[in-house]
């Protein structure tokens, strides 16, 4: 009998757990937007997001969560404060290898040439006589931020095959800008002789290419890619993923989820002002999509 008395009262108190879940789920929708750009400029991206997915959801309000950097994202997703947020691989990588049950990553970008990748890539000023990857020895080279796949993690792990040494070895200083967007314009400064940033890699290097941090730069009249030259380029990396909160309610993920499938169609001017560039449109993905990102963190950073 008292067996029978637990056992109920377990399945009550899970039946009262999931519920009071359903319903914070239902009250406030949480985005996170990772760092390195300004902040005006993010949320101002997000805004038709913002003003979309009440309706969508079934939820009071939406509320955007702008952190100073990558880890500020991170960490809110670690602790199930933040619902969705559109990640580097590389940060995701960091999420799994903390806490594999943390969040899903459910969907991704598809290039304007169907490629589902984009490219890490080194910029210096033209003006600086540094014209190839060679001329940067023993000069000063720029990360975006410790936990970008190609401002950092691809860089450190791949430079290594083309400059026959360790990053360390090679340029007399290294160091941080603060996100992407803060390390072009350290670039454009001075501060360093080139840095790593990313791009889609289609369409021309005079433009921005078609989509990446250097396209958003130059659409908000940030940069002008004439001052600037090409170094290197790395190997194809996966494109980041967009992640929700795995204990986030099941049928508000599938809302969310087909939301976001039929952005590019329902609302191409939404979808291009939150994926930042010309991009074909989403596609599913799964944890074994990022797995040699996983891998490459661990062995490089560890977690």
């Not at 009550?12 to 985005?31: K, P, Q, V, W």
Request: net charge neutral.
């Amino acid at each position: 009998m008292l067996k029978k008395a637990l056992l109920g009262a377990i399945t009550i108190g899970a039946m009262l757990a999931g519920s009071m879940a359903r319903a914070e789920n239902l009250e406030t929708f949480r985005i996170g937007i990772i760092g390195g750009e300004n902040e005006a400029d993010r949320l101002r991206n997000y805004q038709c997001v913002v003003d979309q997915l009440p309706k969508v959801l079934g939820v009071k309000d939406v509320k955007l969560f702008p952190a100073t950097d990558y880890d500020g994202v991170i960490q809110g997703l670690l602790g199930g404060t933040l619902d969705y947020a559109e990640l580097g691989a590389s940060g995701f990588a960091k999420i799994y290898l903390t806490n594999p049950k943390a969040v899903e990553p459910i969907l991704t970008t598809i290039q304007t040439d169907g490629a589902t990748g984009y490219y890490s890539i080194m910029v210096a000023r033209k003006d600086s006589g540094i014209k190839t990857l060679a001329d940067m020895k023993g000069k000063k080279l720029g990360f975006a931020d410790p936990d970008s796949t190609s401002g950092y993690l691809i860089p450190v792990t791949s430079l290594p095959k083309d400059i026959k040494t360790s990053v360390k070895d090679y340029f007399s200083e290294t160091g941080f800008g603060g996100g992407h967007e803060n390390l072009v314009l350290a670039v454009k400064d001075g501060k360093f002789d080139a840095g790593t940033t990313f791009g889609s890699g289609v369409g021309t290097f005079d433009e921005g290419y078609t989509s990446g941090n250097l396209r958003k730069m130059v659409d908000k009249g940030l940069i002008d890619m004439k001052d600037f030259v090409e170094l290197w380029k790395s190997p194809l990396i996966p494109n980041g993923p967009i992640v929700v909160r795995t204990s986030l309610d099941n049928d508000m993920k599938a809302k969310f989820k087909d939301y976001m499938m039929n952005l590019p169609k329902t609302d191409p001017a939404c979808f291009a002002s939150t994926m930042g560039g010309d991009f074909k449109g989403y596609t599913e993905v799964n944890t074994e999509f990022y797995q040699p990102i996983i891998d490459a963190r661990k062995a490089q950073i560890g977690g």
